[in-house]
C-alpha cells in the first residue's frame, strides 16, 4: 500500500494508462525493420528495462543496446557514443540517463510511463518531510524523481543499498529512507540500521500473496523461491534468495534448481530464460483463491512500452525527457557518491526495479 493520500493519483495515471494495441506478426516485423533503421538514422541507441516487453529487450539486444536495470541503462547510454538515447521503461529512469547524461538527447516512447514509488513520494511533500528530521542521512532509492534525487544526501539500488546503509550506520548515521517501505524494512531488519521510512511501495511487488506462494511451494516443493526485496515481510521470509533483478537472473543461472518460483515483474523472464533454457519459471501468485488472473505480475507502466510508440518518438522527435540544470547538479551529488562507493568497494549496482 502507498500513501493513502496518494492512492487516487494512482489511480488516476492507472485509469489513463494506454497500453499498446497486439500486433500480428507481420506488422510486428515491419516496425522492428523500421526501428532498426530509424536509430541507425538518428544516431541513437535502445536501452530497456528487464520490465518491458520482450519485443522491445530483443530490439535493444539485436541493434547494439542494452537491456538492464535503470542505473546500468545510464551507465551504458554514458559510454555509448550515440548522441541520442532512447529509453525503454518509466520517467525516473528517462531522468537518471539525462542526469548522467547531460549532453545527449534522451528520449522516450511515453512520457506518461511513470511508477507508484515516484507517485507516492511528491518532492514537496518529501522535502517537508525531511526538514522535519534534519538530523537524519537521506537515501532514497534510485525509484524516484530528480526532484527527490537533488533532496537526497544518497541514491541506492537494490543490490548496494544494504553496503551503504551498513557504512552509514558504522559511522554513527541515523537514516531517513524513501520511497519503498518494504525494501527499507528489509534493510532496516538486514543491518540494525536506525531508519525512519517513508511510506510507499511499488504496486506489482506489494500484490504477491505468502498463502499463495505457500500452496504454489508445496506444489513444486524443488523448487527455489525468488523474491525482489520490495515484496511484503511475508513473501520475503519465504525465499531462498531475495535480491535485485540482476542477483535474481543469476540466480537462474547458477542454482541447481530445475525449477523456480519468481516473486518480482514477469518481464524479468525474457532474461531468464536466456540465460538458463532448460529451467522451469514459474510467477508467484498475486491474487488469491476464486481471481481471475493468478499473478498479474506486470507493471502496467512498463507495459506501455511498445513496437509503435517507439518509432513514433524515433521519426517525429518530442517526449524528450529534460531537466534544469541546477536540478540536475543537485540530483548528480547523491548518485556520484553511490557510484563512487560501489567503485571503491568494487560492490556491483545492478538491480533496481
Not at 494512482?10 to 506478426?25: G, M, T, W
Not at 522535502?127 to 544526501?153: E, G, I, L, W
Not at 488472473?293 to 506501455?304: L, Y
Request: aromatic share 6%; proline share 5%.
Amino acid at each position: 500500500m502507498i500513501r493513502s493520500d496518494n492512492r487516487i493519483l494512482v489511480q488516476e495515471h492507472l485509469a489513463h494508462e494506454a497500453e499498446p494495441r497486439p500486433l500480428n506478426a507481420d506488422k510486428r516485423a515491419e516496425l522492428e525493420a523500421r526501428i532498426k533503421q530509424a536509430l541507425k538514422d538518428r544516431d541513437a541507441v535502445l536501452v530497456a528495462h528487464y520490465y518491458t516487453d520482450s519485443d522491445i529487450q530483443r530490439l535493444a539486444e539485436e541493434t547494439g543496446g542494452c537491456v538492464a536495470d535503470s542505473l546500468e541503462m545510464a551507465r551504458f547510454s554514458n559510454q555509448h557514443p550515440a548522441s541520442t538515447v532512447v529509453v525503454a521503461g518509466v520517467k525516473f529512469m528517462g531522468e537518471t540517463a539525462k542526469i548522467l547524461n547531460p549532453e545527449k538527447q534522451v528520449l522516450m516512447p511515453t512520457l506518461e510511463a511513470t511508477c507508484s514509488l515516484d507517485i507516492g513520494c511528491p518532492a514537496d511533500e518529501f522535502a517537508a518531510f525531511c526538514d522535519q528530521h534534519p538530523d537524519r542521512t537521506v537515501v532514497v532509492y534510485a525509484n524516484t524523481s530528480a526532484a527527490v534525487k537533488a533532496r537526497a544526501d544518497w541514491v541506492v539500488t537494490s543490490s548496494c543499498a544494504q553496503a551503504i546503509v551498513e557504512s552509514l550506520d558504522a559511522n554513527g548515521e541515523k537514516i531517513l529512507w524513501a520511497p519503498d517501505k518494504h525494501l527499507g524494512h528489509y534493510v532496516q531488519k538486514t543491518t540494525g540500521a536506525d531508519m525512519l521510512l517513508w511510506d510507499g511501495s511499488c504496486i506489482v511487488h506489494e500484490e504477491f500473496k505468502s498463502r499463495g506462494l505457500e500452496d504454489l511451494k508445496a506444489l513444486y516443493p524443488d523448487a527455489a523461491v525468488l523474491v525482489h526485496p520490495e515484496s511484503p515481510d511475508a513473501v520475503v521470509e519465504m525465499a531462498d534468495v531475495v535480491g535485485s533483478t540482476s542477483q535474481l537472473i543469476n540466480a537462474v543461472q547458477t542454482l541447481p534448481n530445475e525449477r523456480f518460483i519468481v516473486a518480482t515483474d514477469n518481464g524479468i523472464f525474457y532474461k531468464m530464460q536466456q540465460v538458463a533454457p532448460n529451467k522451469t519459471l514459474i510467477e508467484a501468485p498475486t491474487a488469491g483463491n476464486g481471481a481471475t488472473c493468478r499473478s498479474c505480475a506486470h507493471c502496467p507502466w512498463m507495459a506501455m512500452n511498445g513496437l509503435e510508440n517507439l518509432l513514433y518518438v524515433l521519426e517525429n522527435g518530442g517526449q524528450e525527457i529534460t531537466i534544469d540544470a541546477d536540478l540536475r547538479e543537485r540530483a548528480l551529488e547523491p548518485l556520484r557518491r553511490m557510484l563512487d562507493f560501489t567503485a571503491s568497494r568494487n560492490l556491483k549496482i545492478a538491480g533496481n526495479a
